[in-house]
């Protein structure tokens, strides 16, 4: 077996313990003669791993009674639609902070089932910037606030989160979710799709507030309503029941681990790493994204061109560490670093960009 250091952007490296668990268990499940996928969702079997799924966000993240998990598919983009659909009612408004890629997505989305005020704007520093939380002007009529804790391409990320008052704070936590304490008292409903730091691809998480469950009108669709799944603990229908299983065992790890804490220590071990490889050779590395919005999740930096970012791609993947390349829209290079990246990982990777640096630059 030969695993070699995977940066990808989502689906991600999982932790090695969780993938022999599975692995060790998929045939013959707690000596049941078949694996956990193929029994009933309405199992005992598979009733503990989803109970334990959400009980192991409820633990890292300590989160009050008065807030729900639930486990959905359609990943965090079909959440760009539930959000508005549930939480605004016709003829209200709600605030947006466009601050990238995935926040102009989840923006664009609830543009068609009602009005949206643009708080922030990020345009104009081509998204490399953050607004200081504090100055931001909630309007108090606001259906919610929506916010992108960490965005994916571009490697911005919020280090504080603004206060909203009575307006519901979501946020969109997907590639940053379980990585570090949050002040949950201050959101109303945060999701995620689980590949980019939680399992694999396949279920999202949506924490929401109970009140908020109020909100969701008997007009909408079943699955389209959070109000039909949070009273089923996600069990109205099938739920994703592999992913959810994976992403019991990857929380697991995590919170032997040391929880969100080390999750946090290690993020800025291994972002630190990079960042610090990047200043060392300041004059061939660059990081477009502004000193005090860096995400240490998503690493992104240039090289003095294109024809050399090939090849630091290509070289690099020869050397076991893969998915090094930029998001397409955006080009140059992007280190993802999520949980399950071991700092050995990201020394590698700073290693090879300081000599790298010295043979081409
Ligand atoms: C990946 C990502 C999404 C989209 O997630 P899917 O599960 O693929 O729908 C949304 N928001 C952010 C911040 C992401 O990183």
Not at 15 to 23: D, N, T
Not at 111 to 120: A, H, P
Not at 163 to 176: E, K, Q
Not at 280 to 287: G, H, P, T, V
């Amino acid at each position: 077996m030969n695993r070699i250091f995977n940066f990808s952007a989502g689906p991600c490296t999982l932790p090695l313990p969780a993938l022999e668990e599975a692995h060790a268990e998929f045939l013959d499940y707690q000596g049941k003669g078949m694996s956990l996928i193929e029994m009933s969702h309405r199992s005992k079997e598979y009733d503990a791993v989803h109970m334990e799924a959400m009980d192991l966000i409820r633990r890292l993240y300590g989160l009050p009674d008065n807030y729900k998990i639930l486990f959905l598919g359609g990943g965090a983009t079909m959440q760009f639609s539930m959000v508005p659909m549930n939480l605004m009612a016709p003829g209200q408004s709600c605030d947006f902070t466009l601050t990238g890629a995935w926040a102009k997505k989840a923006y664009a989305d609830a543009k068609k089932i009602g009005n949206v005020n643009v708080i922030f704007d990020g345009k104009d520093d081509n998204f490399m910037s953050l607004p200081e939380p504090g100055n931001l002007k909630v309007n108090p009529d606001a259906a919610y606030f929506h916010m992108t804790s960490n965005e994916t391409i571009g490697g911005v990320q919020w280090s504080d989160f603004p206060d909203t008052g009575d307006v519901p704070l979501v946020c969109d936590m997907s590639s940053d979710f379980v990585s570090r304490r949050i002040p949950v008292e201050k959101f109303g409903l945060i999701y995620a799709g689980a590949q980019k730091n939680a399992g694999p691809a396949g279920t999202s998480i949506v924490i929401i507030r109970e009140d908020l469950l109020e909100r969701s009108s008997d007009n909408l669709t079943a699955y389209m309503s959070y109000a039909t799944h949070a009273p089923k603990d996600s069990m109205y229908n099938t739920p994703p029941v592999f992913p959810i299983y994976m992403l019991m065992k990857t929380l697991t790890w995590l919170e032997k681990e040391g929880g969100l804490d080390a999750a946090t220590k290690m993020a800025n071990e291994r972002a630190g790493l990079i960042y610090g490889a990047m200043a060392a050779n300041a004059d061939f590395y660059k990081c477009p994204v502004h000193q005090d919005a860096r995400s240490n999740m998503n690493v992104v930096w240039r090289l003095p061109n294109e024809d050399l970012e090939k090849q630091f791609v290509s070289e690099a993947l020869a050397a076991g560490m893969s998915g090094l390349k930029g998001h397409r829209s955006v080009g140059g290079c992007r280190a993802s670093m999520y949980n399950a990246m071991p700092v050995a990982g990201a020394k590698a990777l700073a290693d090879f960009m300081g000599e790298f640096a010295k043979r081409n630059g």
